[in-house]
């Protein structure tokens, strides 16, 4: 039985994208193979140092926001409990959101997790968009993808093009939307690159460009202008903030 290190396990709206507003469980994995200057969860992002243990942070019921500390790594069955819980019984089938740090990090874990849990959940993935032959392997065991493209001026690392154009195609299935975080530094040339990119594979899917918070926020002329020069080959460009930090949710 593999096991995973997870940060967190709490119950909030989703914050971003087409499925903003909507209840969702947060399993936020810990660890990550970028650094991106705006990352907005740095200690999600680390691995733990030699002989540290970090606690999963686990909400305790739906209705209070009260939390406890388990033991790292998290079996399989442990974590489906740790989500159960969180559960408001209702008509439709409740969603887990797989965030981090990289999710697909944790493949194998995944592997032996997720067709258990799509009996009870629809599961959302969020993911860095790289690690595409860890896509290859999740794409029946998700039911949405939240892919980012990692725009070179904003995050500070190199460029990743082809990286990215090979996910879209391991992507292909579940319900996918590709999101860019945008920020004081970010060219235009980058969201063109990233919105041709798209159009190469479906110009017809929701393309995201969300504003960075705090002091990498971005001019507000520049998000109009990213988002009429990508609206030249995609038909849903759509400018999006974070709406669970507005709200000062988790």
Same mark, same amino acid.
């Given at each position: 039985m593999t096991n995973a290190m997870i940060?967190? $396990?709490? @119950?909030?709206?989703?914050? /971003?994208? &087409?499925?903003?507003?909507?209840?969702? !469980?947060? *399993?936020?994995?810990?660890?990550?193979?970028?650094?991106?200057?705006?990352?907005?969860? &740095? %200690? @999600? *992002?680390? /691995? &733990? @140092?030699?002989? %540290?243990q970090r606690p999963c942070r686990a909400q305790i019921s739906p209705y209070t926001f009260e939390r406890e500390n388990l033991q790292n790594p998290i079996p399989p069955l442990a974590l489906t409990g740790l989500c159960s819980?969180? *559960? !408001?019984?209702?008509?439709?089938?409740? !969603? $887990?959101?797989?965030?981090g740090g990289e999710p697909l990090l944790h493949r194998e874990f995944l592997q032996e997790w997720l067709p258990e849990m799509r009996n009870s959940f629809r599961i959302?993935? /969020?993911?860095?968009? !790289?690690?595409? /032959? @860890?896509?290859? %392997?999740?794409n029946r065991l998700v039911d949405i993808v939240s892919m980012d493209m990692k725009l070179p001026s904003a995050t500070g690392q190199k460029a990743r093009w082809?990286?990215?154009?090979?996910?879209l195609t391991a992507a292909a299935g579940p319900a996918l939307f590709v999101k860019v975080v945008v920020t004081r530094t970010t060219a235009a040339d980058d969201i063109i690159a990233a919105a041709r990119l798209l159009a190469e594979h479906d110009r017809r899917l929701a393309f995201i460009i969300q504003p960075a918070g705090g002091g990498d926020a971005p001019d507000l002329k520049d998000l109009i202008r990213f988002q009429h020069s990508a609206l030249e080959v995609l038909e849903d460009v759509r400018v999006l903030t974070q709406v669970h930090r507005m709200l000062g949710m988790p």
């Open positions: 940060d967190e $396990v709490f @119950a909030s709206i989703q914050g /971003e994208g &087409p499925w903003t507003g909507q209840r969702h !469980i947060f *399993v936020r994995f810990i660890g990550c193979d970028l650094r991106c200057s705006y990352c907005d969860t &740095p %200690e @999600a *992002v680390k /691995e &733990p @140092a030699g002989g %540290e819980r969180l *559960v !408001i019984r209702g008509p439709s089938r409740p !969603i $887990v959101s797989l965030t959302y993935l /969020e993911t860095n968009g !790289i690690h595409h /032959e @860890a896509m290859k %392997e999740m082809e990286e990215h154009r090979t996910f």
